[in-house]
């Protein structure tokens, strides 16, 4: 028979982890959420200056100073900022997928709704991660294929397209 203390020493790890997962899990989906509360206010603010650039430009100057915050009070460390040729050159320009993606969701929101541009910017990210996985671009792990991820895939892809009718 096992003592109780015993029992609760087998499952703390396993307990451990799954709360470590959920909390994780929890702070991604606000994160998600946070990016739907993003395009719905700038596409608000679209309207006041009349430009998707200029709102963009707006926005990424909030992010920027939301950020230099972040970093100056030191919550997540500050890091250093490394020689130019210490890294892949393509990996200082991601924040041109930002623009993009801010650009494209102004633009998309007032004619086809929050709920499709999201669908449709999900399934793109499935699809990309999916090929991301499994070629181990980048320097992503590399994970296989498998038939349960091709279905997860073309299960969301699925609900994109019911999204899309009106």
Do not use: E, H
Not at 1 to 24: E, I, K, S
Not at 97 to 113: E, Q, T
């Amino acid at each position: 028979m096992v003592a109780d203390g015993q029992a609760v020493q087998f499952f703390a790890p396993w307990f451990n982890n799954m709360l470590t997962r959920l909390l994780f899990f929890l702070v991604v989906a606000l994160g998600g959420a946070a990016l739907t509360l993003q395009v719905a206010w700038n596409a608000r603010l679209r309207v006041a200056t009349g430009s998707p650039v200029l709102t963009t430009l707006i926005s990424l100057c909030v992010s920027l100073l939301s950020l230099v915050l972040i970093w100056a009070s030191g919550v997540m460390g500050r890091g250093t900022l490394p020689p130019f040729n210490s890294v892949p050159k393509w990996a200082w320009f991601g924040g041109i997928f930002a623009v993009y993606y801010l650009m494209a969701s102004l633009i998309a929101i007032p004619k086809i709704g929050a709920a499709a541009v999201f669908s449709l910017v999900i399934a793109g990210q499935i699809v990309a991660a999916l090929i991301l996985d499994t070629t181990g671009a980048f320097g992503v792990p590399q994970l296989a294929l498998n038939g349960s991820r091709i279905l997860g895939a073309a299960l969301l892809i699925g609900g994109v397209i019911l999204i899309q009718k009106r």
